[in-house]
C-alpha cells in the first residue's frame, strides 16, 4: 500500500481542519443534499454503456445543468459526476488513463455550480471483489487515494463513498481518502431488508457493523442509499444511531423500489410520498437527508419543504 501524499498531508490536517458539513450542521441543524444523477444523466440521453463521467468533458453543459438543478432546489450540498470515476471502472471504457482529468472536472463543474454550498466528491465501487482475487487492497487504496484526490483538486469539500457492499472495500477507501485529502469523509452502504425483517448489505454486514467499522476506520459522516425507498431507511437509521450516538448520518433514499415494466425501470414514490418521510428519519436521528435513484430536483424542493418548516423545538 503505497502513501501517495499521507505525510504531507497528515502535516496539513495539524494546522487546517476543515469541517465545513459539521460545523453547518450545528446552525441549520438539518441539511438537504441532492437527489439522482444518474436518473438526470439518462433524462438527457445518456445511453446504456455510455461513460458517465465523459460527459465532464464532452457534454460539460448538460453536467453543469444538472448540478445547477439542485442547487435551484435547495440543496445545502451537491455531488459530482464522478461516481464511477475510479480508474478500474473507467478501464472498462478504455478511459483509465484520464481519471484525474475527468474527476478534476466533475469537482469543477459541481463547484461552479454550488458557489458557497457543498460539494460532495462522489466515488462509488470498483466493481472489483476482493473475496475472490479480483484486486488487492494495496490497488483499491491506491485506486481511491488517486480519485480522492483529484476531487480535492477539482474543489470538493467532501468525499462521499456510496453505494458501497463490501465492507472491507469501504474501509479502505475510507482511509485512501482519509489519508490523501484534507476533507471531511461520509461513507454510505446500500442495505436490503431480510425475510425477518433485518436489513443487511448484499455480503451480509448490518447497519450496525457497518456503523462500528466505517467510524473507526475514520469516516466523518455515515448512512445509507439506494436499495430502499425512503419509508425503509427510518429502521436504518434508527439502528445506526442506536450503535453511535453522535456520528452525524446522512439518507440518500431512492424513490421508491424500482419497477421493471416492458423493458424500462421507474420508480414510483412522487416527491410528496417521499417528503411524507422526511420527519420519521429525522426524528429517527438522520441529519442530511437527500435522494438517490429516480429522484428529481422536484422531489428535493419537496424534502426542502418540509425540512424548512419543521419544529425542532418538539
Request: charged share 20%; net charge negative.
Amino acid at each position: 500500500m503505497q502513501p501517495h501524499r499521507t505525510e504531507s498531508i497528515a502535516k496539513l490536517k495539524e494546522s487546517i481542519v476543515i469541517n465545513k458539513i459539521t460545523q453547518l450542521l450545528k446552525t441549520k441543524k438539518i441539511l438537504v443534499s441532492d437527489g439522482a444523477w444518474g436518473t438526470c444523466l439518462m433524462a438527457k440521453g445518456l445511453r446504456a454503456g455510455e461513460c458517465p463521467e465523459l460527459w465532464n468533458i464532452e457534454r460539460r453543459s448538460d453536467v453543469l445543468d444538472i448540478a445547477q438543478s439542485y442547487i435551484n432546489a435547495g440543496s445545502d450540498m451537491i455531488e459530482t459526476n464522478s461516481f464511477g470515476g475510479n480508474s478500474i471502472t473507467l478501464k472498462g471504457f478504455g478511459l483509465d488513463r484520464r481519471a484525474e482529468e475527468l474527476n478534476i472536472a466533475a469537482a469543477e463543474i459541481s463547484r461552479e455550480a454550488a458557489g458557497d454550498s457543498i460539494v460532495l466528491g462522489s466515488i462509488g465501487p470498483t466493481g472489483k471483489m476482493l473475496i475472490t482475487g479480483d484486486i488487492t487492497k494495496d490497488e483499491i487504496y491506491d485506486v481511491f487515494s488517486a480519485q480522492a484526490a483529484a476531487l480535492e483538486k477539482g474543489g470538493a469539500d467532501a468525499i462521499i463513498i456510496e453505494t458501497m457492499s463490501d465492507i472491507e472495500e469501504a474501509a479502505l477507501a475510507v482511509k485512501a481518502a482519509k489519508d490523501n485529502t484534507t476533507l471531511e469523509i461520509i461513507c454510505t452502504m446500500g442495505f436490503d431488508i431480510s425475510a425477518g425483517g433485518s436489513y443487511h448489505t448484499m455480503m451480509g454486514v448490518t447497519p450496525a457493523d457497518f456503523t462500528n467499522i466505517i467510524v473507526d476506520s475514520g469516516a466523518d459522516i455515515i448512512g445509507a442509499n439506494c436499495g430502499n425507498g425512503i419509508d425503509d431507511m427510518t429502521p436504518i437509521a434508527k439502528e445506526i444511531r442506536r450503535t453511535s450516538k453522535n456520528i452525524p448520518i446522512l439518507i440518500h433514499a431512492n424513490a421508491g423500489k424500482p419497477e421493471y415494466e416492458n423493458g424500462a425501470i421507474s420508480f414510483p414514490d412522487s416527491p410528496s410520498k417521499m417528503a411524507s418521510a422526511v420527519v420519521a428519519l429525522i426524528k429517527a436521528g438522520t441529519n442530511i437527508v437527500g435522494g438517490c435513484c429516480g429522484t428529481t430536483p422536484e422531489h428535493i424542493v419537496a424534502i426542502k419543504n418540509i425540512i424548512s418548516d419543521y419544529d425542532f423545538t418538539q
